[in-house]
């Protein structure tokens, strides 16, 4: 999954045409020896079924697009923190994984991540300025962030690997003597010029991006954000519906409106402590 802003998402859309990305990253200009894979590893990953299937000719020495190179930069990076093939297959799905008009679902009900996932992922890096994080595990697979929402999204696990991809891609471009620009936001120059997010901004922050929140009121002490109060209208209407909406948080008032005996609506709004 991508975790990006609407704007950076704006801005990746605006670049797409602009650069013909998609001509970019899947015209087949490059070899094995682009890569930093040897010709047995190449073999091994495609004897898995963790390369692309698209190839045009089989009778031909196998040629690959700059997705496929960045795809296999990261495979030789995982390969260093001792990742097995079996544990690539997340990565592969969101580098080549084309689901149609069918909503893909892992066995545990989370959305896999697509061929455009990686697609945006890197035109994003190389072309909108921002700084693109990947972070992989065996429980979560492979996921892609921003900036801003790493620090929010991306730490939630005990253990992960952590991937620049713009550094990736820049070492890509240096070896095949492609100029590129290396004007984007870093995440140390993120990091240094905000404050720490603390456990409750976090918590406000994922209220402010729930799509079921309708209301924000935000309350002042010495200039300060003391207290933010999320209005949220929950879809609940039989009795152990409501009984979970009000055992979600011990800070919350919950209205709940009737009529001619049915539930109508129920509203809640949670409390939040800034400390």
């Known amino acids: 999954m991508l975790y990006t802003s609407d704007a950076n998402l704006l801005a990746y859309l605006e670049s797409e045409q602009k650069h013909r990305l998609d001509e970019v990253l899947h015209r087949r200009n490059f070899t094995v020896q682009d890569t930093l894979l040897s010709y047995r590893q190449i073999h091994e990953l495609d004897g898995e079924g963790l390369l692309d299937t698209g190839q045009e000719s089989k009778g031909e020495w196998r040629k690959f697009s700059f997705h496929e190179l960045v795809y296999l930069k990261i495979v030789h990076e995982l390969k260093g923190y001792g990742f097995k093939y079996v544990m690539l297959r997340p990565l592969h799905d969101s580098f080549f994984y084309s689901h149609g008009n069918k909503t893909p679902k892992n066995k545990d009900g989370i959305y896999r991540a697509t061929k455009r996932t990686a697609e945006v992922a890197i ?9 693109i994080i990947i972070t992989g595990s065996v429980k979560k697979g492979f996921n892609y962030f921003d900036v801003i929402n790493f620090p929010i999204h991306g730490l939630t696990e005990k253990s992960c690997v952590v991937l620049n991809l713009n550094e990736l891609i820049f070492e890509l471009l240096d070896s095949a003597n492609i100029k590129h ?28 991006r729930d ?65």
């Open 211 to 275: 799509v079921d929140t309708r209301k924000i009121e935000v309350k002042k002490q010495d200039g300060k954000i003391a207290l933010i109060t999320a209005e949220r209208e929950h879809g609940a209407k039989t009795t152990e519906e409501i009984d979970t909406v009000l055992k979600a948080s011990a800070f919350q008032d919950v209205r709940i409106t009737r009529r001619d005996g049915k539930v109508l609506r129920v509203i809640s709004d949670e409390v939040i402590k800034i400390s």
């Open 123 to 131: 035109g994003m890096a190389m072309y909108t300025h921002q700084e």
């Open 181 to 208: 620009d290396k004007n984007y936001v870093t995440l140390s120059e993120h990091v240094l010029k905000k404050t720490t997010v603390s456990t409750s901004e976090r918590e406000m922050l994922l209220k402010v």
